[in-house]
C-alpha cells in the first residue's frame, strides 16, 4: 500500500505545485478566505469528495466514506495568510497587496488536498470514514473554534495535522511528543495615577514609571517566582499612555502575550500577574484594571497517534528523514482546540533548502522547497491507512 500512495502522490505532483502556487498568489486573509475556500471545494469535489461549504464561517469540509469501520479519523489544515509584503521576487508571489502566505498555509492547505485526492482512489482499500478539516482564521486563533461550534469535530475519533518548519530540509518530517505548542493568553494592564506638572512629579502619580515597574517586575519574577522546568514567556509589546512631554501622564494601557506549556502553570498565569500588579500600584498610590484573555491551550500530541506517525514516516522515509524533536515551542496554535474533541497529533514538514538561505515563517521572503508537498502528502495518507490497520 505505501508504494501505491507513493506513486499516486508523486504521479499528482505537478497538479499540487499548480495548487499550492495558485494559492500562494492568492492570498486571503483570517475570516476572508472566501476565494481559497471556494478553489478548495472546487478540487474536493473533482475527486467525487462530499463537500459542504461555510463551516466555521469561511472554512470547508470534505467527507469520504469507508467501508467497514466506523471510526472518522480528520486531517485538518489551514487556509489563512498573513498582512504581510512578500519580497520573494517569485513569478507566483502574492497578487495582493500587503498580503502574503508567510506562514506556508499555502503548503498547508495544499497538502491537504493531495492527501484527499490521494486516499479518494483508494476506496475500495479503505476501511474507515475520512473528514478533511480546511480551516480559516488559524493566525487570529478563532477558525478552531468556528469550525468546532459548526459541529467539524462530531464523531471524529482522531486527527491528525502538520506545519511547515523551515529549518527542517525539504524531504524530512519532524516528531514531537507531548507538548508541541504553548499555551497563548492576551493581556491588557491599565495604570491609572494622576496627571500632574513633569517639575513636579512628587505632586502626581506617575504612570508611566509605575507602568515600568511593572514591566520590569514581572519580568524578574519569571526568574525568581516561577519553575524554571515548566517555561514561560511574558511580553509586553505595546505601551500606550500620555498627553505631553512636560505632563506626568495619569493613565498608561500595557498589551502583551503571554505563553506557557505547562497546565498548572497556564492555570496560575492570571492571579500571579496581578498580584505582582497590584502589589506595585499600591505602593505608589496607583489604581489599575487588568483584562487576561484566555486564548488557546497548548498543542499535547497525543503518544499512540504519535507513535504511529512516527512509524509510518520511518517506513516511507527511513529514519534518517525523521527527526524527533527535543524541544517544544512557544508559538501558539490553535489546533489544540481540536484535541479538547479528540485525541490527535501535529508534525513538523520539512520546507528548507539545502543550498539557499531560509527564512523564518512570517518573514517577507519566506519561501518553500516545493518537493516537500509530496512528502507531506505521502506522510499524511499512509498514517491514516496505518490508523486503520490498528484495532479499535
Known sequence: ??????????????????????????PELSGQEYETAAYVAGVLSSCGIVVQKAIGKTGVIGELVGRTDDRLVAIRTDMDA?????????????????????????????VGLGTAMVLSQLGEVLPGNIRFLFQPAEEIAQGAGWMVEDGAMNDVSAIFSLHVFPSIPAGSVGI???????????????????SGHGAR???????????????????????????????????????????????????????????SLHPETHANLPDWIEKI???????????????????????????ALT????????????????????????????????????PGTMFRLGVGFREKQN???HHPQFEVDESAIVTGVVTLAYAIYQYWQKPG
Not at 507513493?6 to 499540487?16: H, N, Q, T
Not at 504581510?84 to 500587503?98: D, M, N, P, V
Open 1 to 26: 500500500m505505501l508504494a501505491r500512495i507513493k506513486d499516486l502522490a508523486e504521479a499528482l505532483k505537478p497538479r499540487l505545485i499548480e495548487i499550492r502556487r495558485h494559492i500562494h498568489s492568492h
Open 82 to 110: 498573513l498582512p504581510i509584503t512578500e519580497r520573494t521576487k517569485l513569478e507566483f508571489a502574492s497578487c495582493q497587496a500587503g498580503i502574503m502566505h508567510a506562514c506556508g498555509h499555502d503548503v498547508h492547505t495544499t
Open 176 to 194: 514531537r511528543y507531548g507538548a508541541l505548542t504553548a499555551a497563548a493568553d492576551d493581556l491588557e494592564i491599565i495604570i491609572m495615577g494622576e
Open 201 to 259: 512629579p512628587h505632586e502626581a502619580i506617575d504612570a508611566i514609571w509605575i507602568a515600568s515597574q511593572v514591566i520590569t517586575t514581572l519580568q524578574q519574577a519569571i526568574s525568581r517566582t516561577q519553575n524554571p522546568l515548566r517555561p514561560m514567556v511574558l511580553t509586553i509589546g505595546q505601551i500606550s499612555g500620555g498627553r505631553a512631554p512636560n505632563v506626568i501622564a495619569d493613565q498608561v494601557k500595557l498589551s502583551g502575550t503571554v505563553r
Open 277 to 303: 500588579v497590584g502589589n506595585i500600584c499600591q505602593t505608589y498610590g496607583a489604581s489599575y484594571q487588568m483584562n487576561y484573555r484566555r486564548g488557546v491551550p497548548s498543542v499535547q500530541n497525543d503518544l
Open 307 to 342: 507513535q504511529l506517525l512516527e512509524a509510518s514516516a520511518k517506513e516511507a522515509w527511513g529514519s534518517d528523514r525523521v527527526q524527533i524533536l527535543p524541544e517544544p515551542s512557544l508559538g501558539a496554535e490553535d489546533f489544540s482546540v481540536y484535541l479538547q474533541k479528540a
Open 359 to 361: 527564512y523564518p515563517l
